[in-house]
């Protein structure tokens, strides 16, 4: 089981950037779909970012344009560079991966990863 921890959160104000990190460790991701989660306060996790095996990406309607998942299978690693950073974009936000396959969720589902990482909190300021 592949043991992931994210970095890069903070506050920054609206219509900036971040770019997260998460690093794993344990396994090799190259064996791994990974995928960026959104959880805001009160809320439950919404998908962000897939980013696939063979390094296809998708990202979700709210986030497109602005936020561009990415993987580096060379140093174990997985991004997710955030533009445009809006207000309603606060919140934790996870780092997750399987080597399952899509078979029976769809990767944009939570339940579809096995493994987590414990989140770095986000905040954007109007």
């Known amino acids: 089981q592949v043991q992931l921890v994210e970095s890069g959160g903070g506050l920054v104000q609206a219509g900036g950037s971040l770019r997260l990190s998460c690093a794993a460790s344990g396994s090799a991701i190259s064996a791994y779909d990974m995928a960026w989660f959104h959880q805001a306060p009160g809320k439950g996790r919404e998908f962000v970012a897939w980013i696939s095996r063979s390094g296809t990406t998708y990202e979700a309607n709210s986030v497109k344009g602005r936020f561009v998942g990415s993987r580096n299978n060379y140093v174990n690693s997985v991004y997710l560079q955030m533009n445009s950073l809006k207000v309603e974009d606060t919140g934790v936000y996870y780092c997750?991966?399987?080597?399952?396959?899509?078979?029976?969720?769809?990767?944009?589902?939570?339940?579809?990863?096995?493994?987590w990482g414990q989140g770095t909190q986000v905040t954007v300021s109007a």
């Open positions: 997750a991966g399987t080597t399952d396959d899509f078979s029976t969720r769809p990767y944009s589902a939570a339940n579809a990863y096995t493994s």
